[in-house]
């Protein structure tokens, strides 16, 4: 039960981290996308 937990919490703070970066780098791509149009 302890096992399942640990691994519980480290699968749901990889995904939290990923979906952090995603999200950030889409940010940065949208934001870099509208300092190219004039």
Same mark, same amino acid.
């Given at each position: 039960?302890?096992?399942?937990? $640990?691994?519980? =919490? *480290?699968?749901?703070?990889?995904?939290?981290? $990923?979906?952090?970066?995603? *999200?950030? *780098?889409?940010?940065?791509?949208?934001? =870099?996308?509208?300092?190219?149009?004039?």
């Amino acid at each position: 039960m302890f096992f399942d937990n $640990v691994v519980f =919490a *480290g699968v749901l703070t990889v995904s939290l981290m $990923v979906l952090f970066f995603v *999200g950030f *780098g889409i940010f940065i791509w949208k934001d =870099a996308n509208k300092r190219k149009e004039p």
